[in-house]
């Protein structure tokens, strides 16, 4: 195959091992709306009022990620791709094999989602 950055595990290299420990937050692309919501009330009582409630989309009148078309068409892009190259339980469980160890990490905290839940899964 051929080696792509984007595609690669997190554990393979992009962050040493020694870094793990000061994570303290993973967000994805395809929950980036959930997930800044999180970040930001994480960082205090009033940061999602001051920084991500409003001021945002075109018109200055949305949320952070309420209607990004980069966040949406992403998504929206890779459940298509999803449904068209999952296409057996052998892909699957290859591409889960490739991930393991990102998986494993207890840092990263990720979930394993069979392809059938994806999207019920990052629905917000």
């Known amino acids: 195959g051929c080696w792509d950055a984007h595609w690669a ?15 303290n937050f993973v967000g994805h692309l395809e929950t980036a709306r959930r997930d800044i919501r999180r970040l930001l009330d994480d960082l205090g009582s009033d940061a999602w009022e001051k920084f991500g409630a409003s001021g945002w989309g075109e018109y200055g009148n949305e949320s952070m990620f309420e209607s990004s078309s ?42 394993r ?10 629905k917000w």
């Open 70 to 111: 980069t966040v949406n068409h992403a998504s929206e892009k890779a459940s298509a791709r999803l449904r068209e190259y999952y296409t057996s339980k052998d892909i699957e469980e290859r591409v889960d094999k490739i991930y393991e160890d990102d998986y494993e990490n207890e840092y990263l905290n990720l979930s």
């Open 113 to 122: 989602v069979p392809i059938g839940e994806v999207e019920s899964f990052y």
């Open 9 to 23: 595990p997190l554990s393979h290299w992009r962050l040493e091992p020694k870094f793990y420990a000061t994570l």
